[in-house]
Structures are given as C-alpha cells and as structure tokens.
C-alpha cells in the first residue's frame, strides 16, 4: 500500500518534477469597499514557484492571459498600469468576459528579466482602475481566474518546440460593498477592445513569434542582414543556404555579414578563391557562449553560348541515337516474335498430324482384332 502511494505521488508530482514551474497562488488585493461616480483600483497578483532569473537552462515567460467576471453595468475598466516588462491591453470577448493580455516587449528596461536579458523571471501583477457607476446593489463580485502563462527555454529560441502552458483552474473572487456619494459622475471610458475568445493565445503567440531570436542573448548567432555585392539575395536570417550563378571569369566575392548581435564574430570562408574552395563560400556566427552557426552561399557557372549550343547538339544527337537504336531494337524483337509465332504453329500443326496417324493406324489395328 504504500508503495503505491509513492508511485501515485510521483505520477502527480511528475510535471513539476520536470519543469518546475507552477502556479502558486492568484490573489486580488485592494480595497472591498467603493462609492459610486468615484474610482476603484484593484491589483491582480499570479506568483510563481520555479522562476529564476539566474538559471540559464529554465523557463520564463513571455506572455500571460488572464479572465476577469464583473458586472460591466457597475465596474468599467478605464485605465491599466503599464507593466516594467510586458505590453498589457483589456479585452472583451463575444461573450462578455473580459480578458487581460501581456504580450512581451523586447524593448523593456525591467531588472526582473532572466538569464537570457530576454524573458521575464518574476511573478506577475496588473493594477486595474474600474470607474463605478451608480446603481442599486450594494454589493457585487468581480472574478479573477484562468490564468495561462506561456513559458519558454531560457537562451533558446522563442518557439513552439521550446513552449511550455501553464494553465491555472483557480477561481478568485473579491467581494466588493457599494456605498453612495457625493460625486455626480465618474470617467466611464471602457479601454476594453473587443476580441474572439479563440485568437487569444494566437495573438500571444504571434507576438513571441515576430521577436523570435534572443537579440540581447549570448547565445543569439543570427545574421541580421547579408550583402553579396553584384548579386542580389533574397535574405532570411533563418535560411541558412544561398545558390547564385556568376560569371566564368569571376573567383571571388565581395560579401558583407553582419551579426544580429554585435557581440558575435562573424568569418568569412572562401570569398577570396571560389575555386579552391569548391565554390562554396561560408559564413560561420559565433555567438557570445560559443555556439555556432553556419551560412552557406552555392556558387555555379555561367554556360558560354557556344558551349550552350555545343551542349544542345550533343542532346540532340544523343536523343536520336538512342531513337534509332530503339527503333533497331523494335524491328528486331517483332522479327523475333514473328519467327517464335510461326516456329510454333509449325510445332502444333505436326503434333497435330502425328496424333491423326497415330489414330489412324490404332483404329485400323482395332478392326483387324475384331475381324479376328
């Protein structure tokens, strides 16, 4: 029994085992009381267990979403604090739940991110100020739950393969008593967009994904822009080989490349003398840990036009030599057949007389015995 209590322990602790981060608690903090025509701030808190920004083989964040449940008849949220690290909007989905987003903003100047300079090591919290209209409740709730944080590889690339979601079931609630006052009207200005519930984590998604290379990282061996001189390229510092075609005359290139982060070396490989170096030029980025990544650029030939049409003729003579010998070879196995065809209907033609002899001279002998 209680082996199988430890297994079923280590079955439930198992993701955290691996990853380590979870959410530990979400809370609402703020005042529980608010009067009419006057303003109400609360701060929305999502603390973490596993975050830390010294580690470079963890996880931090790069962008969160949360759901909020209020009566937007009483409470219209009319101004978010900005956050040190993420770029955080309100919105409203088609059912009426309201949404908080924080996408990440890479040109931040938070001290809370981590090892990587990229991605955000801390916990989380949004200050949210409601304008309260007047009404006849004297209380009411607004809900705070259904966090999702996405986590990515600390130095890695910001991507799908390097993603991991936590979700929190949590369901929090403040209790918020409603009083009168003298003030005759409060900012009702609603920031909330409006948004499908179903693109949120797309939109968070694509916000990581426009900034996919750790540009601040010491890992990041990205070129940020590559210039063959004479040859136009079509560059995508995530393609990694070029084919260009020079001229007969040509053994050399002028390349410009240059890293994305200025910290890397870049070195230029066969440049210089594209036939000793089997007309392939290389560009190696290393970046500031030491990894390294390889550019390629494929160098051919120009074709003369005598040598085109040299090549053309050649073609042609290849193509109707190989017509007549197939056309040979054609003639010849219809002979072959013809003569195999006649050969045998010989064959069975002098079975055939044979057998009627043979008969012949049986149902003779036959008479003979009966005569007898």
């Known amino acids: 029994m209680k082996k199988k209590f430890i297994l079923l322990l280590i079955i439930m602790l198992f993701p955290m085992i691996i990853y380590a981060q979870d959410v530990d608690k979400m809370t609402i903090t703020g005042s529980n009381s608010a009067y009419m025509n006057k303003e109400l701030s609360l701060t929305f808190n999502i603390s973490f267990t596993g975050l830390d920004k010294t580690k470079t083989d963890g ?83 607004i809900k ?26 949590k369901d929090i609630q403040k209790d918020i008593t409603i009083s009168k006052s003298n003030s005759k009207s409060v900012n009702t200005n609603n920031i909330a967009t409006t948004i499908k519930s179903t693109s949120i984590e797309s939109m968070v998604e694509s916000k990581v994904q426009n900034y996919k290379v750790l540009s601040d990282s010491k890992s990041n061996n990205y070129l940020s822009s590559l210039e063959i001189e004479e040859y136009p390229i079509s ?22 490349a240059v890293s994305e982060n200025e910290k ?30 390889v550019y390629k650029i494929n160098i051919s030939k120009e074709i003369d036009e005598d040598e085109e049409e040299v090549q053309i003729e050649t073609k042609e003579d290849i193509k109707e030599f190989v017509d007549t010998v197939k056309k040979k070879i054609d003639d010849k196995t219809i002979k072959m057949l013809s003569i195999i065809g006649v050969c045998l209907l010989g064959i069975i033609v002098f079975v055939l007389i044979v057998k009627f002899i043979t008969n012949r001279r049986l149902d003779k002998k036959l008479k003979d015995f009966d005569k007898f």
Request: hydrophobic share 30%.
């Open 59 to 141: 996880y931090g964040i790069g962008g969160y979403s949360y759901q909020l449940d209020f009566d937007d008849s009483i409470f219209v949220p009319i101004s978010i604090k900005k956050s040190d690290f993420f770029t955080t909007n309100i919105y409203k989905d088609e059912y009426g739940k309201y949404h908080v987003v924080g996408t990440i903003n890479k040109n931040n100047k938070s001290t809370n991110k981590c090892a990587d300079n990229v991605l955000y090591c801390s916990n989380i919290s949004d200050t949210i100020t409601f304008g309260v209209k007047s009404t006849k409740s004297k209380k009411s709730t």
């Open 235 to 256: 560059f995508d510092k995530h393609l990694l080989t070029y084919d260009i075609t020079v001229s007969r005359v040509v053994n050399s290139l002028n390349i410009k």
């Open 264 to 293: 890397a070396t870049v070195t230029i490989i066969g440049a210089d003398d594209l036939k000793k170096n089997d007309y392939v030029v290389s560009i190696k980025v290393v970046a500031e840990d030491k990894s390294e990544k």
């Open 144 to 169: 705070f739950f259904s966090a999702s944080t996405y986590l990515y590889k600390v130095n890695s690339e910001l991507k799908d393969t390097d993603r991991m979601i936590i979700d929190s079931i």
